[in-house]
Nanobody, 123 residues
Framework: QLRFVESGGGLVQPGGSLRLSCEVS????????IGWFRHSPSQAREPVSC????????VYADSVKGRITMSRDNAKNTVYLQMSSLKPDDAGVYYC????????????????WGQGIRVIVSS
């Protein structure tokens, strides 16, 4: 059974940091890319970043370039999105999702999704 469990969200002050986690089960991270998407009132399910099955990451959102890092712990079946210097525009519901091997920016290319986790950036 496929499972995606996101954690690490919450309230953070502008300029702060968060690390989102996506723990998966039912498949191997060595066979699938994991993407992070953000849903906000201004934009529906925007691609943020993605980690290929090979372990290489891609950043899609120009607004976060230089401020995020994706990583993976195969032993824990977990993918991380480290975000720093957070801004109010970074707020939203973050989703992790999978697709076979390679990354794509379009949500429709991903076949399974987590339930989402909210990030609030506010003082």
């Amino acid at each position: 059974q496929l499972r995606f469990v996101e954690s690490g969200g919450g309230l953070v002050q502008p300029g702060g940091s968060l690390r989102l986690s996506c723990e998966v089960s039912g498949f191997s991270l060595k066979d699938y890319a994991i993407g992070w998407f953000r849903h906000s009132p201004s934009q529906a399910r925007e691609p943020v970043s993605c980690l290929r099955a090979s372990g290489e990451s891609i950043v899609y959102a120009d607004s976060v370039k230089g401020r995020i890092t994706m990583s993976r712990d195969n032993a824990k079946n977990t993918v991380y999105l480290q975000m720093s210097s957070l801004k109010p525009d970074d707020a939203g519901v973050y989703y992790c999702a999978r697709r076979r091997m390679y990354c794509k920016p379009t949500p429709a290319n991903y076949d399974h999704w987590g339930q989402g986790i909210r990030v609030i950036v506010s003082s």
